[in-house]
């Protein structure tokens, strides 16, 4: 069976379908009748509707294809699933992420919502970068460019000076290689409430969960956010790569080694993480998933779940933080 038929007979059944949308409390459209669609919100002051769940770039859309998987039948099943949002990076698997997404794109690049990332804080550096994105992913134009990775000591005086990253993206912009441009991190929140406040970004990429270490993001990271009318995502939704917040997976991760990775005393369901960000005045959660069974569930969690309510968000707080 080759990768086009396996994708095919896979993506069966978890493509969803339905027919007509009402407006939930949550400002989301969700199917009236018929078999449930993703809900899709509003990304900020872009305008652009998106689902709100979304494939990230991490998990198995970093790894090289195999003789049993290619990574692009995951990212065609998700776009058949209604997932038209891929969010990868140039730093995912050094270049991996985004050329596996590039073998879908090319011929279905006008379906999707397409985001990226430059991690280079240099003028010249970052347009040779996302010149390299383009061609991985087998594309003139992505819909969202982000600067990528924000540190707890950003020199963000260097972003704006000539030679500095935010020239490269208002030069993209104006060129229309990009529609919009955004800004990634979730190392520090002070770090990120300072990016978001200095510079007039689209899109806001950050970290919530329900861990302590993550409660200073919506404390300190959303209000501002919001009052921006930026799109919101989450990322870091089930703890990072290796999804230690989730029932299944290894509730410890080496803190030493994976700073990035979040631990809790205990552990919920995947579809409990992504149903407690989307309670949040957020727009979507980008969640990395290494396998079809792992999009199944993901896509059940949003078409048959309701976004936790403050109460139980709470409870689920207080037992995780």
């Not at 896979?10 to 078999?35: D, H, M, N, Y």
């Not at 294809?65 to 050094?94: K, V």
């Not at 999707?112 to 991690?119: C, D, I, Q, R, Y």
């Not at 490269?168 to 104006?174: D, I, M, P, Q």
Request: glycine letters at 10%; hydrophobic letters at 40%; proline letters at 5%.
């Amino acid at each position: 069976m080759d990768r086009r038929q396996f994708i095919r007979s896979s993506t069966a059944a978890i493509a969803l379908a339905g027919a007509g949308v009402r407006l939930s409390a949550a400002g989301e459209s969700v199917p009236q009748s018929g078999k449930p669609t993703i809900p899709r919100r509003t990304l900020g002051k872009t305008g652009e509707k998106i689902p709100v769940l979304i494939l990230g770039g991490v998990a198995a859309m970093k790894d090289p294809p195999t003789a049993s998987f290619h990574p692009a039948q995951l990212a065609e099943a998700a776009l058949n699933a209604g997932i038209n949002y891929f969010d990868t990076a140039a730093g995912y698997g050094d270049g991996q992420s985004e050329r596996n997404y590039g073998e879908v794109l090319a011929t279905r690049r006008k379906e999707v919502f397409l985001a990226t990332k430059t991690g280079d804080r240099s003028y010249d550096g970052a347009l040779r970068g996302v010149e390299a994105s383009l061609k991985r992913l087998r594309t003139d134009r992505v819909d969202l460019l982000q600067v990528h990775g924000v540190s707890a000591k950003e020199d963000f005086a260097r972003w704006d000076k000539p030679d500095g990253v935010m020239k490269a993206l208002h030069k993209l912009r104006e060129e229309k290689v990009t529609r919009f441009i955004g800004v990634t991190g979730h190392e520090d929140a002070e770090a990120m409430r300072r990016a978001i406040e200095l510079f007039d970004f689209d899109t806001v990429l950050t970290t919530f969960n329900p861990t302590a270490r993550r409660l200073p993001f919506q404390q300190i990271v959303l209000p501002v956010a919001q009052k921006k009318g930026m799109g919101i995502l989450a990322i870091k939704v089930m703890g990072g790569g290796f999804g230690s917040l989730a029932v299944g997976n290894p509730i410890k991760n080496d803190q030493d080694k994976f700073w990035y990775h979040d631990q809790a005393p205990s552990q919920a369901q995947a579809g409990t993480l992504i149903r407690y960000v989307l309670g949040l005045p957020i727009s979507a959660a980008v969640v990395g998933m290494g396998s079809l069974e792992q999009l199944r569930v993901n896509v059940a969690a949003v078409c048959e779940g309701r976004p936790l309510d403050e109460a139980q968000r709470k409870e689920l707080e207080s037992r995780m933080a």
